[in-house]
C-alpha cells in the first residue's frame, strides 16, 4: 500500500509569490489532514477534509492560504502570496473513515520563503 | 480545550541506558494519546497510541509508554537506548472519535551517544 505523498518536497519561493503543495492521501481515506510545522516550534493543525468537504478549517493562519480537495482524492494547499512567516514544514495526514486512531502522515514539504 | 507539554526539548543518553521523555497533557474530554517520531528528513511515524483499554501501551522498535489519569500523563521509556533511536519524538492528544485534530507538543530530540 502506498503511504501518503507529498511534494514538492522542497520549495524555496520569494516573498510574494505564489506556492502550491500537493498531498496525495492513502487510497480509500476519506480523512486528510493538513498540519505546519514554523521554525522548530509545535506542530499545528491548519485544516481537516472529509472527502470533498472541509471538516474544520479553524488552524487555517489566514485569507492567503486556500485548500481545495476536488474529487475527495488528491488535495492542495496554496500560499498566495507567501510571506516570511509562512516558512516550515507542511504535513499531510491521512486517515480511513472509521476504527483508525492516528493518522498517516506524509513526509512533509519545507517550505522556505525568502 | 486540550494541550501537550513535553518536558525537555533535549535528551542525551548513553547506548544502552534507559531512554525517558515526559509528556503530560491536558484534555477536557477522554483524550486519546500518541507517540510519534520523526528521524531526519522523513516524515512523522507512530510509535504508539493509547485509546481505551490497557493503560501500558506498547509500540515499535521497543518503546512503550504508560497513561496515568491521576497524573495526566503519558511518558515514552525504552529499557536500552539504540544509536538508531536518535531522533526527534512528539506527544500528541486528540479527542476521541479518531477523527479529531491532533494536538501535538513542541518535541524533544533524542541525542544517543556512544
Known amino acids: 500500500e502506498a503511504g501518503v505523498t507529498q511534494f514538492p518536497s522542497h520549495s524555496v519561493i520569494e516573498k510574494g509569490q505564489t506556492v502550491t503543495l500537493r498531498c496525495d492521501p492513502i487510497?480509500?481515506?476519506?480523512?486528510l489532514y493538513w498540519y505546519r510545522r514554523v521554525m522548530g516550534k509545535e506542530i499545528k493543525f491548519l485544516l481537516h477534509?472529509?472527502?470533498?468537504?472541509?471538516?474544520?478549517e479553524s488552524g487555517m493562519p489566514n485569507n492567503r492560504f486556500l485548500a481545495e480537495r476536488t474529487g475527495g482524492t488528491y488535495s492542495t494547499l496554496k500560499v498566495q502570496p507567501a510571506e516570511l512567516e509562512d516558512s516550515g514544514v507542511y504535513f499531510c495526514?491521512?486517515?480511513?473513515?472509521?476504527?483508525?486512531?492516528?493518522?498517516?502522515f506524509g513526509s512533509g514539504t519545507r517550505l522556505t520563503v525568502v | 480545550a486540550q494541550s501537550v507539554t513535553q518536558l525537555g526539548s533535549h535528551v542525551s543518553v548513553s547506548e544502552g541506558a534507559l531512554v525517558l521523555l515526559r509528556c503530560n497533557y491536558s484534555s477536557s474530554v477522554p483524550p486519546y494519546l500518541f507517540w510519534y517520531v520523526q528521524y531526519p528528513n522523513q516524515g512523522l511515524q507512530l510509535l504508539l497510541k493509547y485509546t481505551t483499554g490497557a493503560t501500558l501501551v506498547k509500540g515499535i522498535n521497543g518503546f512503550e509508554a504508560e497513561f496515568k489519569k491521576s497524573e495526566t500523563s503519558f511518558h515514552l521509556t525504552k529499557p536500552s537506548a539504540h544509536m538508531s533511536d536518535a531522533a526527534e519524538y512528539f506527544c500528541?492528544?486528540?479527542?476521541?472519535?479518531?477523527?479529531?485534530?491532533?494536538?501535538f507538543g513542541a518535541g524533544t530530540r533524542l541525542a544517543v551517544h556512544p
Open positions: 487510497s480509500g481515506h476519506d480523512n
Open positions: 495526514a491521512s486517515s480511513p473513515v472509521t476504527g483508525s486512531y492516528g493518522y498517516t
Open positions: 477534509f472529509v472527502k470533498e468537504s472541509k471538516q474544520d
Open positions: 500528541a492528544v486528540s479527542g476521541s472519535g479518531g477523527y479529531n485534530k491532533l494536538i
